[in-house]
């Protein structure tokens, strides 16, 4: 399958900084999708990202797919408390029935300091 | 809409021993997935069903672990014989165009 890694490991923050966190892949990937999991919880599906160069935005979020497909990037701009959590990238196998057999990358663990 | 449900939410238990997990699915997903979640890392497929069919079990250790969906609604995972390493979250998703998790079971085994 499709591996992803995924930086930083972790990142602290004072609210009201931006944080980003990055994946990378060594080969094409078909899409990206972005996942958060709040501390004791499960990861939510935030986004996913198909096409080459496609920039999405959440209210604060902002979701990037290289333009060779290779890499992706979630960008949250004045972070607040609330966006305390671990930040999951992960590829879908492609086509078929197979939208939720995910690879994730690590995770970055994203601490806001109020 | 109702989510994934999942139990039961926490198992300990001690090595050797046995544990069963439930999953019940959002209604209407055909597609369930088990995922295998160690503390710090992402998680990991372990099997998924298509019905009550599997497709892919490539990565579900068969020697202890064995899954199953008879109706092609609930799943059931089984661990038998435990190991310390199987101390995990084991988290049910189902699927249509987007994915679902369940809250997990955190098993510790002692």
């Known amino acids: 399958g499709q591996q992803v890694m995924q930086i930083p490991q972790y990142q602290h923050v004072q609210e009201g900084e931006d944080f980003t966190t990055y994946c990378n892949s060594s080969?094409?990937?078909?899409?990206i999708q972005w996942y958060k999991q709040r501390p004791g919880g499960h990861p939510v599906f935030l986004i996913q990202?198909?096409?080459?160069?496609e920039v999405k935005k959440q209210k604060r979020l902002t979701f990037q797919f290289g333009e060779a497909k290779k890499n992706s990037s979630l960008h949250i701009t004045a972070t607040q408390t609330t966006d305390v959590g671990t930040y999951f990238c992960?590829?879908?196998?492609?086509?078929?029935?197979?939208?939720?057999?995910?690879?994730f990358g690590q995770g970055t663990i994203l601490t806001v300091h109020p | 809409e109702a989510g994934v449900a999942q139990s039961p939410r926490y198992k300990i238990i001690e090595k050797r021993q046995s544990v069963a997990f439930w999953c019940n699915p959002i209604?209407?997903?055909?597609?369930l997935y088990w995922y295998q979640q160690i503390l710090g890392q992402g998680p990991k497929l372990l099997i998924q069903?298509?019905?009550?069919?599997?497709?892919?079990d490539s990565q579900l250790p068969k020697d202890r672990f064995s899954a199953e969906r008879l109706k092609g609604v609930d799943s059931t995972l089984k661990i038998q014989p435990a190991k310390l390493e199987d101390s995990a979250v084991y988290l049910c998703?189902?699927?249509?165009?987007?994915?679902?998790f369940g809250p997990g079971t955190r098993l510790t085994v002692t």
């Open positions: 998703a189902s699927s249509s165009g987007r994915t679902y």
């Open positions: 080969t094409t990937l078909s899409n």
């Open positions: 990202l198909v096409k080459s160069g």
């Open positions: 992960a590829v879908a196998n492609a086509g078929g029935t197979s939208y939720g057999k995910l690879t």
């Open positions: 209604s209407g997903h055909a597609t």
């Open positions: 069903f298509q019905n009550n069919g599997v497709v892919d």
